[in-house]
């Protein structure tokens, strides 16, 4: 199964910064294992804590695993809820806007 997915981005992701859960996907992922995350998404936050009892979420904050990419979006996504109308630019920011302009034709 290594190797199996060739890019993921991941934004707003309510998963734990658990090494060992990243260190699993990183080995199936070939390319590139983006998380985007944003500081300002108190949503994800309050929720995450709440239901986890843990105190981060790779959504708002960097993972620290070999191999994976952290990309601050705070600034250009101020909560949760605008991920969706972000897409574009936050593909663009991590450089897969030919990604973006493919599947959107």
């Not at 199936?28 to 709440?50: E, F, H, P, Q």
Request: with cysteine; aromatic share 6%; glycine share 6%.
């Amino acid at each position: 199964v290594s190797g199996l997915i060739d890019t993921v981005v991941l934004m707003g992701a309510p998963v734990s910064c658990s090494e060992s859960s990243w260190v699993k996907a990183r080995k199936v992922v070939a390319g590139r294992l983006v998380n985007c995350y944003s500081k300002k998404d108190w949503v994800l936050s309050l929720m995450y804590r709440y239901h986890k009892l843990v105190t981060n979420a790779a959504g708002i904050a960097p993972v620290h695993v070999c191999g994976i990419e952290n990309v601050d979006v705070s600034e250009l996504v101020p909560g949760h809820q605008h991920y969706a109308t972000k897409i574009k630019d936050i593909l663009l920011l991590v450089g897969l806007e030919d990604s973006y302009l493919k599947m959107n034709k």
